[in-house]
């Protein structure tokens, strides 16, 4: 085996002074790239100065990014083990740390979290607490111990610890699933951002953003991955750092809002102080409540409502052609009642959404900054409401972190490390990285509410900024306006604001020059691609590794474990492509579910196999089945997409204390640690190997490990 | 003997680190977002539960990992020492 001797020679060669020269050239290498990018990005808006058409500085961001990782991957193809599954584990902590940063750093992170924080105000921080806090969880508990333990995988953690292929199987089969919903999502999103930025079709845009991903992960694997989402990162940080600067500079006169923008905070809740108290406004919500309560009263007058209204809306056509009414009226009447439900089960449904979404347009102004706000009228309901969303926020919390800290493309990462202190080192500077966007979107969802709720709500419709046209025009689903109460001016509860507008048209809003727009959507699709790089090697090394290797075929060459690796990768892109073109609706808010399903199944297994010696395996297998039951039991009997898959009525499937399905980590993790915890202690102690083997997790990296490890490469 | 000694203070205070850590991250998770409405007095001009939810809280998570990545790589050199003058003598 020639090429593992060189990764063993590297590795020795890789003592502290190669180590040290590595990372210098590492520095030196990425120091070029990001004063490259930062002029290639100014040598465009002089571009843009001189005339250079908008679509073709979409057309260069997109090619100029995806064949720079493209460019990596080939640069860093490999067919050696150690190299395609853990980068040959020499990764300093710094670069790793960014690594882990793009891995992280998802569509969601890029495009969604400041989209839910202007939605959401106050409750949206649950997921910029969660989704960092998670860190301090993969810090103590997790990342050293599996750095210590030097292997591939995460299943190959969990079979080693707990013996047995079955614990290893099951924590595949957790592993593959929420890595599969997760990336299905970017996909989607990458879809989104190239059809965006080059206008092309959405169906092409995701299988050019594939090829960009297989590109780099096919012919080199975590190598190339690791390589490239470095350079991922850097350009997504700069993405979202210019333009909040940018806008921080318009609104607080500083390039850090971050630090100033309290005032801005002020001001926002002085407008919606003024504005709860506009009477249009409390007209217009007026209306929309009168709306609910017309379709709650139809609710209840099912089946002899459905008929009536079918009746009435077949009279009013009748009545429009008889009375020789304009084309345009005669036509809207007949789209109603072609759009009108076409039995009385169907209209329950449609009516119960009109309801919810009538109802929340026609409650009060949410206040920004205020925790579990509640816009009912009575005091005791208003605090019923406050509890419940109390209680949701401390859950997704809970469900964020855990999940964090057993996502398998994160802890993966660990590996890549040269030895446990810079994987330690590794797990800060990927915070360090991850909390530059993160405390830059609570300030971005501030600046841009201020900016609506000041230079567009309040004005007439003729005379709104161009870029509400242009959005509305793009996708209902991104902005809707509708004139309510007819009166030619644009009141608040009219607009309807999708998440995903809030970053993506925010150099619109604010009036930046074009490349900014570009500049965005590159960066967006940076946080995709790499997140999505990231998610496809983890399932197609679970599928090699531990399926094929570890229990089919134990004796397979390294060069058959490697090209197995690579069509196995080819095969699930194709298959999750395959999927996000059904365009599954309700995917990107299945993301939020793939957390709570890697919580209840990996989190207690992982943290209990270092820090509680008599975790066995039937414990295990337990406390697994058990995490991933409940959570997957609560989730399809409680989340709407699937009741109305599955045929529930929501009447009868409550969520329990009135937590959401998204959170149901909650229930599922302690009941997971529970199960463990009895079952081990039910069944026979671990064996003397066991033992050992948690012993030599917990103290640190011994010279003498050297020897070990290596020989545990093989 | 002494190295079996030696190796189990190491993890016992491994152990005290992680817990006190955890307690930390608790504290400013948990504690303070459920009294979220309670704490909302006026901070550098912020209201104080939304400053530590948007920033605050974000930056002790990052020192915890700083100091956790710190003290324990002295730990470690410290044992690795020891260990090698135990098998020089």
């Known amino acids: ?714 | 003997m002494v190295g079996d000694l030696r190796q189990r203070r190491y993890w016992i205070q491994t152990r005290h680190l992680t817990v006190a850590l955890l307690l930390l991250w608790f504290v400013i998770s948990f504690v303070l977002s459920y009294f979220a409405r309670s704490l909302n007095f006026s901070f550098f001009g912020w209201p104080f539960s939304y400053y530590m939810a948007s920033q605050g809280s974000l930056l002790i998570y990052l020192l915890i990992a700083f100091v956790y990545a710190r003290w324990q790589r002295a730990r470690d050199i410290a044992f690795r020492n020891a260990e090698a003058n135990d098998n020089q003598h």
């Not at chain 1, 005091?379 to 996502?407: D, Q, S, Y």
């Not at chain 1, 909650?666 to 671990?686: E, K, R, Y």
């Open chain 1, 1 to 714: 085996m020639p090429d593992s001797n060189f990764a063993a020679q590297t590795a020795r060669a890789n003592s502290l002074g190669g180590e040290r020269s590595f990372f210098r050239l590492l520095c030196r290498y990425y120091g070029t790239f990001t004063l490259g990018f930062l002029g290639f990005v100014m040598l465009l808006g002089l571009g843009e100065r001189i005339g250079l058409p908008r679509l073709l500085i979409g057309y260069t961001f997109l090619f100029a990014t995806i064949g720079l990782y493209a460019g990596i991957g080939i640069m860093s193809r490999t067919t050696d083990v150690s190299e395609y599954y853990v980068a040959g584990r020499r990764v300093p902590a710094f670069f790793n740390g960014l690594a882990t940063g793009a891995d992280w750093m998802s569509a969601a992170s890029f495009i969604g979290l400041a989209g839910s924080l202007y939605l959401l105000g106050y409750d949206g921080l649950a997921f910029v607490l969660g989704w960092t806090g998670g860190y301090c969880l993969v810090a103590l508990l997790i990342a050293p111990y599996l750095r210590k333990f030097g292997q591939f995988t995460i299943p190959d953690f969990i079979g080693a610890r707990y013996g047995g292929d079955f614990a290893r199987a099951i924590a595949m089969v957790a592993v593959i699933t929420c890595s599969f919903v997760y990336v299905v999502a970017q996909i989607y999103g990458v879809g989104l951002i190239t059809t965006h930025l080059t206008n092309v079709d959405f169906s092409y845009g995701v299988f050019l953003g594939l090829a960009g991903i297989l590109v780099c992960s096919f012919l080199g694997g975590m190598r190339a991955i690791t390589w490239t989402q470095v350079a991922q990162c850097i350009i997504l940080l700069v993405a979202y750092l210019i333009p909040v600067a940018w806008v921080g500079l318009k609104y607080t006169n500083s390039p850090l809002p971050q630090f100033a923008y309290s005032s801005v905070l002020e001001r926002l809740s002085a407008r919606e102080q003024q504005l709860a108290q506009d009477p249009q406004e409390r007209a217009v919500r007026q209306i929309y409540q009168q709306r609910a309560a017309d379709a709650n009263a139809r609710i209840a007058g099912l089946p002899a409502s459905w008929q009536k209204g079918q009746i009435e809306a077949r009279k009013k056509v009748e009545d429009l052609k008889s009375h020789r009414a304009s084309i345009l009226e005669v036509r809207a009447a007949e789209r109603v009642l072609a759009g009108y439900p076409a039995s009385p089960e169907e209209a329950r449904r449609v009516w119960q959404q009109e309801a919810v979404e009538f109802g929340e347009r026609g409650a009060p102004l949410m206040p920004h900054a205020e925790p579990f706000w509640s816009g009912e009228a009575d005091p005791h309901k208003a605090e019923h409401a406050r509890n419940v969303k109390r209680w949701n926020f401390l859950a997704l919390i809970f469900c964020l972190m855990a999940g964090t800290a057993a996502l398998p493309h994160i802890l993966m990462r660990s590996y890549t490390t040269p030895n446990v202190d810079q994987a330690r080192r590794s797990i800060f500077w990927a915070l360090f990285f991850i909390l530059l966007l993160y405390l830059s979107a609570p300030p971005l969802a501030a600046l841009v509410k201020y900016h609506v709720y000041t230079a567009v709500v309040g004005k007439h419709f003729s005379e709104l900024p161009e870029w509400v046209a242009s959005w509305s025009r793009i996708d209902p689903s991104f902005l809707r306006l509708e004139d309510v109460n007819h009166d030619g001016v644009l009141q608040l509860a009219e607009m309807q604001v999708g998440s995903d507008i809030v970053v993506l048209a925010m150099p619109e809003i604010a009036g930046l020059p074009y490349v900014v727009t570009g500049l965005v959507a590159a960066g967006g699709l940076a946080a995709a691609l790499s997140t999505a790089d990231g998610l496809l090697l983890t399932i197609a090394n679970a599928l090699s590794h531990d399926l094929y290797f570890r229990m089919v075929n134990k004796r397979a060459s390294p060069a058959r474990r490697v090209t197995m690796a690579k069509i196995l990768l080819l095969l699930v892109a194709l298959i999750a492509a395959f999927v996000t073109l059904m365009r599954p609706g309700n995917i990107v808010s299945l993301v939020g579910l793939a957390f709570s399903l890697a919580a209840a199944s990996l989190f207690p297994v992982l943290v209990m196999g270092v820090f509680w010696r008599r975790a066995n395996r039937w414990g295990a297998i337990a406390g697994m089945l058990t995490g991933f039951g409940v959570c997957a039991y609560y989730i399809a009997t409680r989340y709407p997409f699937f009741q109305t898959t599955l045929g529930l009525d929501p009447g009868d499937w409550q969520p329990w204390f009135g937590i959401e399905p998204i959170s149901s980590g909650v229930f599922a993790v302690p009941l997971g640690f529970a199960a463990l915890i009895v079952v081990s202690l039910l069944t026979q102690p671990p064996a003397a190997e066991t033992d050992a083997l948690v012993d030599f997790l917990r103290l640190p990296d011994l010279p003498s490990d050297g020897r070990r490890s290596t020989t545990r490469n093989r």
